[in-house]
Structure formats: C-alpha cells, structure tokens
C-alpha cells in the first residue's frame, strides 16, 4: 500500500527529561498540525526527522521506539555533524544567503561535507522505509540534496520538496561554491514549492542559467522529466487562534495585561533572534517615532519579544548585545515613572501568552528585512475576533504579497517605519475594520490545512501529468511495435528533420555538419528500396545540397521553399515574393546592433533572426519585443512569424513543412510514415499526416505528435534499430529463398 513520508531536518517533537529518561511528544507546531489531515487520513504514514537533540548511544533503542509508536523515524545526529551541517551549512551558509544577507556567509568546504553527509543519512533512513507508490515530501533548506540522493535509487517514486525560507535571485544564488549540486539535489522532485512567486521566479532563473535545463514557464525539462515550479502561500491553524479566544487561562492573561498597561496602546512585535527579523530597525523607528511625536509619551508602548535562538554564535549574540544596548538606550531617555516606552522580552512565552497579546495589542508590528512568509503576521489576524487593530508589514515578507490590507513598509526605512505607527495609532475604527475583516477572511481560507491539501493535490498531478506523458515515450514495446509495422510495410516513408533531430545543438550553425555515422545511418535505411527518405529542414538548399546532394534521399530546404528528388534537380515553389524582405530587413538590423550576439541568415524566400550566442535571458526579450513590432506587417505581406530554438523566422505564410509533406501523401502510397522533428515548425508536418502516421517530437513532449524521444542520439539509435532489423529482415529474406521450395513442400506434408 502507498503511504505518505514527510522528511524535516526536525521532528515535530517536544523533548523532555525526567531521571535521566528522555521523551517526546509531537508538538503542535503549525506544520504538524496541517499534516496532521496527511497523517490521518493514511495511517501508514511516517515523519523522518532529527530528534532535535543528541541522544546518547545507550538511550537510542528507547527513544526509536518511543518515536515509532507514533509513527516517528529519527535520523540521529553526532554533535560534530550538527555543528557542521546544521550550525555551520544550513545556518552560516545556506540561512544568509537566501535572505540576502550574503556578507554574513562562511563558504567552508567542511560544512558541506558534512551537508553532503547529514543528506545521505537521511537519504539511508528514507530508503529503509520508502516504496516505488509512495509520495515523499521534503522539507526546508537543510535538505536540498536529498531530492536528488533519493530520486538516483528510487526513479518512479514521487517527491515533493517545499522550501520555506526565500529563494533569493540569481545574482545571490551564484554566489554560492556549490550552486549546481544544490540545484540538481533539489531537481530531484517532481514538484517544487516555495512560498511566493518571486522566490519561484528566482529558482527557475537559476536553473535555467547555472544548469542550462529548459524552462517554459513554471515547468523545467530535467533528466527526460517535467518539474512544476509553483508558489504555495503557507497559512496558519487559525482555528487555534481562533479557539485560543475562549481559552480560560488566554482570558486571565488579558485581564494581567489590562491591569499592567490601562490605557496605554500596545504595539507588540515577536521575533525569534535573527539578522533577518529586522529589529534594531523596528527599535529605530521606535525611537524616531518617539523622538517626533512626544505627545505619545506615556500613551504607546513597543512589546518586544525576542526568541533566543543561535546565540552561540557571533553573529547572533553581536545582535542580541546591540538590541539590548538600544531597547535600554531608549528607555533610558524616555522612560517616566509609571512608563517605559520599550517592554523588552529575551525569551519565550507558552501560546496561552502570546494568544493574549495578539488579542491586548493595538498594532503589530511585523517588519523582517527578509522572511520566507511570515507567520507571526497572520497569527495576529487569526486572534483579532472583533476586526480590529492595524498590521503594519514589512513588504519584504512573503506574508505581504496576501495580506495587502496591512500597512505596507519597507523595512530599511525607518522614517516611513515610524509614520506607519502614527498612521497605525490614528486609523479610524472602520477602516480598521475593514481592512482587518479582508485579511482575517484571507488567513482563515488559506490556512494550513488548504496549504498542505493544495500542494499534495498538485504534486498527484503532476506526477499524473508526467505519467501521462510517458505514455508517449517511445518505450522497448512500442519499438517493438513499431519494428513489426516497419517490416510488414512495403512502401515506407520517412520525414527527417535535421538539426536538433538527427544533429545535436550547436551554437554555431555552420558546425552542426552531418557526422560519419550520420552519413552511415542515412544511407543504411536509403538502401533499401522500399523506403523513401527526405530530410525536410529550415535550412537553405544550398547547404542541404552540400551536405547530402550524394545521397539516395529527396531533400526539402526552406521549411518547403525547395525541394530537391534523389538524383534530381533543385526546384522551387513558384509564384512567392521577396518584397517583404526590404521592410523587414532594417528592423532584423535594428535588433541586431542592440543585441551582441545574435545575427540575420538571409533565406530565399525568408529571413532569420538567430541569438543563440546572446546572453541568456536578453536574447528571449529582443525576440518577443521584436516579433511585437513585426505582427502588424504580417498580414499585409502574407508572412508568418515563427518562433524557434533562440530563432525567430520570417517566412511566407504559404510555405510550411505540413505542405511540403503533403507532397509525398499526394504523390504515393505509403503504408508506413514516420515523421520525426524538434521545434514548432515540425508541428505542422506532424498535424498534416494521417492518424496512422508515427509521429516523434524530440526533446519534449508538450506537441502534437504522437510519441516523443529525448534527444539526436536517441532517433539514431531507434532508427538504427529500424534499419538493423532490416538487415534480419534481408537475411530471413535470403535464407528463405535459399531454402528449395521442396523442402517446404516435404515439411507441410
Ligand atoms: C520559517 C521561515 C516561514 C514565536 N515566538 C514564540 C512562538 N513563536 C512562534 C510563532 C510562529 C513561529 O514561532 C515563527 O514562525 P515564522 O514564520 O514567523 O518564522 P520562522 O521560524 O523563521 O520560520 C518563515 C516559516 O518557516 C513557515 O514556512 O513563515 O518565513 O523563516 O508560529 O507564533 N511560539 C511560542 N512561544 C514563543 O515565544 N509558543
């Protein structure tokens, strides 16, 4: 039966000791509890995890079967390998980077060691329980390569991979030494998932420049698989929150909280300690505000919560020295008697706290300098049952891109940080209301368990979409099946196109001449007179001519232009223009000068923009912009614009590698056509044959052919296997009509 793995660098576990015996209880963290839905409705499932702590050897025994009983896999660690795979890679590499702090990054080859390590013991845990059916989904930035470790041993199976810190752009991301590794670890998915999508736009660009893979839109061609991309906006367990409201000991710590501060107005902000949470900026909007609006004075205070987190490293506690030298500072030149401006907590509080703040504040002030979402933020919302209070957002939270009834700030400016306050402490009641109302219906619609159900959901079908795709490959038995129509076919037909079909890529278009195996291929399957083989390319007839003018095969130049019968003369279409050309022409150059890199190939009947050589990225912009300017001449000169692999053409409307194929179906009768090409103007060929015609596209599969291969070697090798079988063929043949007839004669006797 198929099950469900959830793998995180921790379990969702709550530690405690007593005389020495450790143990554990999940805890309600909002992950757990959105994949509690997971885990209840497949009671197979399992949770692969750190314990969160170094257990000693002796104890290990126990504590797995403890964590087996509720269906808990731990991946034990040594304090060598958390240090240097979870403090030191994760932490001091991995953590800086992708919030764009990359100054603070330590790019040492120890720690990614131990990362590649830390991956691998998690990959062996997997393993040990994991089958071909099931659905893995990994989580976070500590486990980016296991995608790829697990992917190399169990190819069928179906992996999600979540990341739920950003993903930062391109220009951050190639900062790192180990960049590829990363991105091909976490290409081992079928569907990747980031929280907005900003971070997802930035991996598809990353891959597509630091791997060269294929990307259209959110789906990216790697290993002969399709990856879906997408953005998954985490949400919160709001009916926690919302249950919290009722809460008995939540109500107590409100009517404390009332009796402390009276009329005072709350601003509250909780944070765990990081360089990313932006709070010496809060605390210095904080002071700016105070500094201009002393008519707040014994009216507002800031409640600052931090979460000691990491504080054995530098970084961290350089942090936590300067937030508690400002937060005193500011008290110090504020403070009165009865009144302290900053309320400042280094330390964490039980929900129960927390419930009751979120309800007491007035404002939260949520304003990290880069968060992956945010959910502090909507917790927040959740708990405002009467629609009131004001979310001042930092826009560089993933959480802004939803909650766009906050007060949006950005978080380096601490001048319009500390006017949001005023903004904040004077909104009106009912616009307070109204914005809240929109953004409490937001948090509780997309909350945690729509989160979990949507990406599960996708990742089904994404791997229903890869699936039914390949359908489509051309596996051992649809050859099969292909080689026993071959060979009881006596009039065959082949339609080849050239580059990309039976050449590879090449960014110089003069080099992708054909090779001696080709010329040996071409030649083999020419020789047998029942086949007919015509290569029907884009390229100009001369180079055709050039390259395959001594070959038993019909040639077909300029997507149909010319055409060419084995041994014959070169012809052409009759009646096509050129006039166009000389409108056209000066806008190709235009382009031309304003894009290094890319060049015009004049056609007889057409002319083509080519960038291959472009930078990435640049070329696909001049070429939309391009065919932009071009589309209103189109129609008046009867001209088609084509858009190709990094190649625009323009050609007449009438010419097309459908119509030249149509040729040949007027022409003879075939009883086997096998058409095989690579861009969009094969398509047409493809849609022009009949029902019975094998159709390959190659290099991807979205077409309207029937069956796809990966690439030029792969129709090498299966046209080879078409034409190998010809030769058992020959020599059955030869055999038989060795054999005298008699002999048959005395058998069937
Ligand atoms: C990462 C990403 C992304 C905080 N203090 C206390 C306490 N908390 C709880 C909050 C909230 C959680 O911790 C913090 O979640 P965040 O989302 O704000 O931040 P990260 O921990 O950095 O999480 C982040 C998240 O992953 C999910 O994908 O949103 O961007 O960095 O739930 O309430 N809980 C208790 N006491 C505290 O003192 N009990």
Redesign the pocket.
């Known amino acids: 039966m198929s099950k469900t793995i959830i793998v995180s660098n921790r379990l969702p576990v709550k530690i405690t000791e007593q005389d020495g015996q450790l143990s554990f209880k999940t805890s309600e963290g909002?992950l757990a509890t959105g994949l509690g839905s997971v885990f209840q409705a497949d009671a197979e499932s399992l949770w692969i995890g750190w314990p969160g702590m170094e257990v000693p050897d002796e104890q290990e025994k126990n504590v797995t079967a403890q964590l087996n009983e509720q269906s808990l896999i731990p991946v034990y660690l040594s304090k060598e390998e958390i240090t240097q795979y979870y403090e030191g890679f994760s932490n001091e590499v991995l953590w800086p980077v992708f919030h764009y702090m990359s100054t603070y990054a330590r790019y040492e080859n120890i720690y990614w060691d131990y990362y590649q390590q830390v991956n691998e013991k998690f990959k062996n845990a997997l393993i040990a329980v994991a089958q071909p059916g099931d659905t893995i989904w990994i989580h976070d930035y500590q486990l980016l390569l296991l995608p790829g470790l697990i992917r190399a041993v169990l190819p069928e199976v179906t992996i999600g991979f979540f990341q739920?810190?950003p993903f930062p752009s391109y220009e951050l991301f190639r900062l790192l030494p180990w960049r590829a590794e990363l991105l091909n670890g976490m290409l081992g998915a079928d569907l990747v998932g980031f929280?907005t999508y900003d971070d997802a736009r930035h991996f598809l660009s990353s891959a597509a420049r630091i791997l060269q893979v294929q990307t259209a839109s959110n789906n990216i061609q790697y290993n002969g698989r399709s990856i879906v991309v997408e953005s998954f906006p985490?949400g919160?367990d709001n009916a926690k929150f919302e249950a919290l409201i009722d809460n008995t000991q939540v109500k107590q710590n409100i009517l404390n909280l009332r009796e402390t501060f009276g009329n005072v107005h709350i601003i509250l902000s909780?944070?765990?300690l990081?360089y990313s949470k932006g709070i010496l900026q809060r605390l210095q909007a904080f002071d700016l505000f105070m500094q201009d609006h002393p008519e707040y004075k014994e009216k507002v205070s800031l409640y600052m919560?931090v979460?000691p987190s990491r504080d054995t490293v530098t970084q961290y506690r350089e942090l936590r020295d300067e937030i508690d030298k400002l937060a005193g500072n500011i008290n110090a030149r504020y403070r009165t008697n009865n009144w302290s401006p900053v309320n400042y907590f280094y330390r964490?509080?039980?929900?129960e706290n927390?419930s009751a703040l979120f309800q007491f504040a007035d404002v939260c002030l949520v304003t990290p300098m880069r968060?992956?979402?945010?959910?502090?933020c909507k917790?927040y919302v959740a708990s405002r049952k009467n629609n009131d209070g004001v979310l001042i957002l930092s826009e560089m939270a993933?959480a802004s891109k939803e909650l766009t009834d906050a007060l949006i700030v950005n978080p380096n400016n601490v001048l319009q940080m500390s006017q949001a306050i005023v903004a904040a402490l004077n909104m009106p009641l009912e616009e307070q209301t109204r914005r809240m109302k929109q953004m409490r219906e937001l948090v509780s619609k997309y909350n945690v368990m729509h989160w979990v159900r949507v990406f599960i959901e996708r990742l089904g079908e994404v791997k229903r979409m890869q699936q039914s795709l390949l359908t489509k490959y051309i596996s051992q038995r649809t050859q099969q099946y292909m080689k026993n129509k071959y060979n009881r076919a006596d009039k065959r037909l082949f339609l080849l196109d050239y580059d990309g079909t039976l050449v590879g890529f090449n960014n110089n278009i003069d080099q992708a001449k054909p090779d001696k195996e080709l010329y040996h291929l071409l030649e083999e399957l020419a020789s047998d007179e029942k086949n007919k083989v015509v290569i029907i390319s884009g390229r100009k007839h001369v180079t055709l001519e050039e390259w395959f003018g001594h070959l038993k095969i019909d040639l077909v130049g300029e997507h149909g232009v010319w055409h060419k019968v084995a041994g014959g003369k070169w012809e052409d279409l009759k009646g096509l223009t050129t006039e166009w050309k000389q409108h056209v022409h000066p806008i190709l150059n235009a382009y031309t000068d304003r894009t290094p890199g890319s060049f015009i190939e004049e056609k007889t009947y057409s002319l083509v923009w080519h960038y291959r050589k472009a930078e990435r990225g640049l070329g696909d912009l001049r070429a939309s912009e391009m065919m932009n300017n071009l589309r209103y001449m189109m129609g008046d000169w009867g001209l088609q614009l084509l858009p190709g692999n990094k190649v625009v053409e323009i050609k007449n409307m009438e010419v097309n590698k459908g119509k030249a194929a149509q040729v040949y179906l007027h022409r003879y009768k075939f009883d086997f056509i096998m058409a095989i090409g690579d861009d969009i103007t094969d398509e047409d060929m493809f849609k022009a044959l009949k029902d019975e015609a094998i159709t390959i596209k190659v290099n991807s599969n979205l077409s309207s052919a029937k069956y796809y291969l990966r690439d030029y070697k792969e129709v090498r090798n299966f046209l080879k296997l078409l034409s190998s079988k010809m030769f058992i063929t020959k020599v059955l043949d030869r055999v038989m009509n060795w054999i005298p007839k008699s002999s048959f004669a005395r058998r069937g006797r």
């Open positions: 909002g739920h810190i929280h985490m919160i909780i944070d765990r990081d919560i979460v964490s509080f039980p929900i927390l968060d992956g979402m945010n959910l502090v917790e993933g």
